[in-house]
């Protein structure tokens, strides 16, 4: 059968109706296939992983895995549903279900008081003709707020807080001794204690700045991302207990590595220093080399309100000029940061290369360290680039080992794309002066290559270790491009004369790498890079394996920066658990805190982009009614999206300012009533007329339709010149 020899046939994890009469290309409708992929469950030929959602018999391993695959959606009664709030303006909301094809909305008189990005149970209500799915919130499970920030009120018998947000729907009620010192009209952050009444009370935690200051807005963006940017009083309690020293009995425990050459590579103004390479000689003539991580684990124990705190954070944010660490500084800066010339605890993963850099042997365990020396990327580049210097031949073996790595992950349909990282030079009051793209050096692949060998290997053991009955592990997973958004993507590429192949995830990759490699030599081709990484599905931490697609592994997980991931903090636990033994988390407690690391992961990289957006508003605001070359870099229904050459920044053209009834004709191009286009990766020249601080939005004008031969180098020109 057609149909089944599709999803037998193709690396994808996963298949809609929708998506096989894409790929099929049959005149059948949406409920024909339905009817027949339904079938062929009943005949136990697929397995349905979730409501509308089938995936082939020979990805699921037992009995135990089928009856999981096919539990309904559904759970408190027949119309019940657990999903996250979307909110709008208006009040009303829609909530966000991973088994329904379409969101449930909800009006505003039915959110029960429900927030963004709460998890709550939705009952829905009846259907109307013609209508997508509505509901009403029966239950708030899980609040996404913690915090918020706002202006105070003061009264003479309670405090307001108005927030600052306006997908906030309510004010905070601040009991007289919750306000701290507080005065009335203060900017403060505020910790919900209490949703039981009409409008949820609190207690100030933070008094902050004047509004509109540079401080003020990084520290809205981590507050509204649901980071803390304090420690509870009972974490900085455990620190202070902490032992300073390292005693002869713990040393006793560890192989010891303090007489082999170790040092560190990282970023010029790091603090902590998370991981070190050692390497060695061995008197086989093989070469060891050392992917030493340090021992968070040691320190942070479970059940402690520091583990409790750095779970609730799950992960380090970077903003443009300040780190939201995970752990307090005595752990991240002092305790577990692997400093040159001392003594530190370590979880490593060694590796033994022979002469072919093959690997011949691996062992994983609890060590101890010296750091010889602390380089940073561009030191130690420079030593490798002139041949002499302190490590010169340290270094140089590294990078032949990492090369033969990183040319055999290749080998395997690894994805090649890179995607650029954007600088900030400020002054001292925080001012931007100039953004640039950081430069992407040898070393830094080198570094790369290694965590990926230590993260690879240590999912792998982990697999190998629970092959006759699963042992849960938080496995990090990437799963194959979205179908309909290849499909799109594929016409957009032939259309600028590069032909993709994607009938198969494998077919896909090598067609990505081809991309990347001719994006060297074609600027215009290089715009396609961004638009195929959009294709791609996000990568997440679970306990159901289905391989890393970008990567081209079948198990990796994160073992190699335990100070700023609590996923690592995980991997390590369990990886030590099972090299003394057989130790098995709870399955679903286990991929219930991986849902929650991911989903913290995501609200971190969220204030990350915050972050950099209002630096780029900020740096462009004195700028308003200036010129600057552009390239379109999105489409949709009410204009187009241009990203400005030099700061990267992006803003959007109205059709409405554009004239001659400009619309969008496909998913990468617009179109008018005369004929004209506007496209994906098109040069322009534009103006900016507007910039909103406060929603770090920027409005621009067309100067000219900048799509001549000429015009199209001098753009492509400046953007291969802020590659360097």
């Known amino acids: 059968m057609l149909v089944l020899e599709t999803i037998q046939k193709s690396n994808s994890p996963s298949w809609t109706a929708p998506q096989l009469l894409k790929k ?46 096919a539990k309904p959606a559904k759970i408190h009664g027949s119309n019940v549903y657990e999903g996250k709030v979307d909110l709008t303006r208006s009040g009303a909301a829609y909530i966000l279900i991973d088994e329904l094809e379409d969101d449930i909305y909800v009006p505003a008189r039915y959110t029960g008081g429900a927030m963004n990005k709460d998890i709550v149970r939705v009952d829905l209500l009846p259907p109307r003709k013609g209508k997508k799915p509505e509901g009403r919130v029966i239950e708030v499970v899980t609040r996404a707020l913690q915090q918020v920030m706002g202006t105070m009120k003061l009264y003479k018998r309670f405090g307001v807080v108005v927030p600052d947000r306006m997908n906030i729907q309510f004010d905070i009620i601040i009991p007289l001794d919750k306000l701290g010192e507080a005065v009335d009209g203060d900017k403060v952050v505020v910790k919900i204690t209490d949703w039981t009444q009409s409008s949820p009370s609190g207690e100030v ?87 030493h991580i340090a021992d968070v684990s040691h320190y942070v124990k479970p059940g402690t309100a520091l583990d409790k705190e750095a779970y609730l954070r799950s992960t380090s944010v970077y903003l443009v000029d300040r780190v939201c660490p995970m752990l307090p500084e005595k752990l991240s800066n002092e305790l577990c940061s692997l400093r040159p010339l001392e003594e530190s605890l370590c979880y490593s993963a060694v590796f033994e290369f022979d002469p072919n850099h093959k690997i011949v042997n691996r062992w994983f365990g609890r060590t101890i360290i010296f750091s010889d020396h602390r380089f940073s990327y561009e030191g130690a580049q420079e030593v490798m680039d002139a041949g002499e210097g302190q490590f010169v031949d340290e270094l140089n073996t590294l990078t032949k080992i990492a090369r033969t790595l990183r040319k055999q992950k290749y080998k395997n349909g690894a994805i090649t794309f890179e995607t650029d990282e954007l600088q900030f030079k400020v002054d001292e009051l925080g001012q931007t002066l100039e953004i640039f793209v950081k430069e992407r050096l040898e070393v830094h692949l080198l570094i790369e290559d290694f965590m990926l060998l230590a993260n690879r290997e240590v999912a792998t053991l982990m697999h190998e270790k629970g092959k006759s009955q699963e042992i849960p592990f938080p496995y990090r997973v990437h799963d194959v491009p979205d179908p309909d958004r290849l499909l799109d993507f594929q ?64 198990y990796y997980t994160h073992f190699t920066s335990p100070i700023r991931r609590y996923s690592d903090v995980l991997v390590h636990r369990i990886l030590d658990a099972n090299l003394h033994g057989t130790h098995r988390e709870k399955k679903d407690t286990l991929e219930a805190m991986c849902k929650h690391i991911s989903d913290r992961e995501r609200a971190a990289m969220s204030a990350e982009r915050e972050s950099i957006k209002y630096k780029q508003m900020e740096y462009l605001k004195e700028k308003v009614g200036q010129e600057f070359e552009g390239v379109i870099s999105g489409v949709i229904e009410s204009g187009i999206f241009v990203e400005l050459v030099e700061s990267r920044a992006e803003g959007m053209i ?21 004929g004209e286009t506007y496209t994906i990766g098109q040069p322009v020249r534009v103006r900016i007329i507007r910039i909103d601080m406060s929603s770090r939005q920027m409005d621009l004008e067309l100067v000219d339709q900048e799509t001549s031969e000429k015009g199209s180098e001098r753009v492509f020109k400046k953007m291969k010149g802020r590659k360097k």
């Not at 397995?47 to 037992?62: F, I, N, P």
């Open 24 to 69: 099929l290309k049959i005149a059948n409708s949406k409920p024909d296939i339905q009817r027949v992929l339904d079938g062929l469950v009943k005949h136990e030929k697929l397995a349905q992983k979730e409501e509308g959602v089938y995936t082939s018999m020979m990805r699921v391993k037992s009995v135990k895995d089928v009856e999981k695959l």
């Open 205 to 291: 935690v933070h008094v902050l700045g004047a509004s509109g200051s540079h401080e003020l807005e990084m520290q809205s963006i981590l507050i509204h991302n649901g980071f803390n940017l304090a420690w509870p009083e009972e974490v900085l309690a455990e620190c202070k207990l902490l032992p300073e020293g390292i005693s002869e009995e713990e040393i006793a425990k560890r192989r010891d590595f303090r007489g082999v050459t170790t040092f560190t590579i990282d970023p010029i103004t790091a603090k902590d220093f998370d991981d070190a390479l050692s390497i060695q000689v061995l008197e086989n003539g093989n070469t060891e080399v050392g992917v």
């Open 491 to 554: 016409r957009f590429a032939n259309e600028l004369g590069f032909s993709l192949k994607i009938d198969t995830p494998k077919q896909v990759a090598q067609s990505f790498n081809k991309l990347a490699e001719a994006a060297k030599e074609d600027e215009k081709l290089r715009l396609l890079e961004p638009l195929a990484i959009r294709t791609m599905s996000k990568a997440i931490y679970t306990t159901n394996n289905i391989g890393h697609y970008g990567l081209a592994f079948a």
């Open 654 to 674: 109205s059709f409405r300012t554009m004239g001659g009834g400009f619309y969008m004709t496909a998913p990468y191009t617009a179109g008018s009533r005369t």
